[in-house]
């Protein structure tokens, strides 16, 4: 039962949420900025704090819930070994078969051995949100990443604005231990979602994923080109443009072989 809770990422997920909301709590009962725009009857800040917040959480659910875009059955319907090897050889790289999931994998597809299901364009798989980052939920694990950067920065402000000083280091310690626990965990969770959001956006930018990026001498489809070719790159204006705002399903092969100076 608490492998299967593991497995289902209940208590990964429950862990987030109430690290969350108790670091908030903190926050808001401490003598931080947020406190005293209380007090003095000033609602639009803690609000818009407040709303900040459950805005993150909520993506956080909406991504780590997500189909990342697994793949459900073969992309040729029918196909199989005799009528792939009567099709005349082409410079693009033969779809390969899962030898787990035993499907047809679209280019730029992988199978995650956590997930047990091959994912379309395949980034990586997210611990943190116990879910595969891919083709479907990749652009909303980005805009998550920035909505909790803003968030966590923000606490940052708020938990430094209620340090006070105390006649004693044993006194200044327990006035604001809390707070002191708060900003540790709320600056190294920004330094780690910080270095995330930018690597990420790069390699947006350059069309790439995490997994090609760190295995291209591995991958079939890239190992063959020079170390400063990428065959989906179509500049960084265009990359941005087909991430965020186009919601269909790519069919790389025909990119593949439009991109690849020896395609026929």
């Not at 995650?112 to 997210?126: E, L, N, S, W």
């Amino acid at each position: 039962m608490v492998q299967n809770m593991f497995r289902t990422g209940f208590l990964v997920r429950a862990t987030h949420t109430l690290l969350t909301w108790v670091i908030t709590l903190i926050l808001f009962l401490h003598n931080t900025d947020l406190r005293k725009c209380e007090e003095r009857g000033e609602l639009l800040l803690p609000v818009l704090f407040f709303l900040l917040v459950m805005m993150s959480v909520l993506l956080y659910f909406a991504v780590s819930l997500m189909d990342p875009g697994f793949v459900l059955t073969d992309t040729v319907k029918g196909s199989n070994e005799e009528m792939e090897s009567m099709i005349p050889q082409s410079p693009t790289p033969r779809l390969r078969r899962c030898g787990y999931c035993l499907l047809q994998q679209p280019m730029r597809a992988k199978h995650c051995q956590t997930c047990k299901r091959c994912v379309r364009r395949f980034d990586h798989h997210c611990p943190w949100i116990e879910n595969c980052v891919g083709e479907r939920n990749h652009r909303w694990f980005i805009v998550y990443l920035l909505v909790q950067l803003l968030a966590l920065l923000w606490a940052l402000h708020i938990a430094l604005s209620g340090i006070s000083s105390s006649v004693s280091w044993e006194l200044w310690f327990r006035a604001n231990g809390f707070l002191l626990a708060a900003l540790a965990v709320v600056g190294v969770f920004s330094a780690v979602v910080l270095l995330l959001l930018g690597i990420h956006l790069y390699l947006v930018s350059v069309n790439c994923t995490t997994w090609e990026f760190m295995s291209r001498h591995r991958i079939s489809y890239l190992k063959n080109c020079g170390d400063e070719q990428n065959p989906f790159d179509r500049g960084v204006l265009c990359n941005l443009w087909d991430f965020f705002c186009v919601c269909r399903t790519v069919m790389w092969e025909q990119t593949y072989d439009r991109n690849t100076p020896n395609s026929v």
